[in-house]
């Protein structure tokens, strides 16, 4: 379960990154934005807003229940793709993501 602790370690990461670069949000989408079935809920949400209601509580679900988490991780590349128009300090981010990915992609069944 260590890869459990170091994901938990990398998530305080993307919240506090998420924070720095004024992408955190204080209110809650409506529950309907939550329930999208598309990728990292494209129809409904931004990127960072996935990142913080979806992607975020469900990993330290994951963590906090010890069940197994995803053997692949393909979130860098997304943020990429989103925040490329952006003009943020997104670095940390970054490779707090790309931490997440490498993490769950080197997991082993």
Request: aromatic share 10%.
């Amino acid at each position: 379960m260590s890869d459990g602790f170091e994901v938990a370690a990398i998530l305080i990461d993307i919240e506090a990154e998420l924070r720095q670069i004024g992408c955190w949000q204080a209110e809650v989408p409506p529950p309907s934005a939550l329930r999208s079935e598309q990728p990292f809920a494209v129809d409904t949400l931004n990127f960072a807003q996935w990142l913080q209601f979806i992607f975020i509580p469900r990993m330290r679900f994951l963590i906090d229940q010890r069940q197994g988490l995803p053997r692949a991780s393909g979130i860098a590349p997304m943020a990429e793709e989103y925040f490329s128009a952006k003009q943020l300090p997104v670095n940390g981010l970054m490779a707090a993501l790309r931490a997440v990915d490498a993490l769950l992609g080197s997991q082993q069944a």
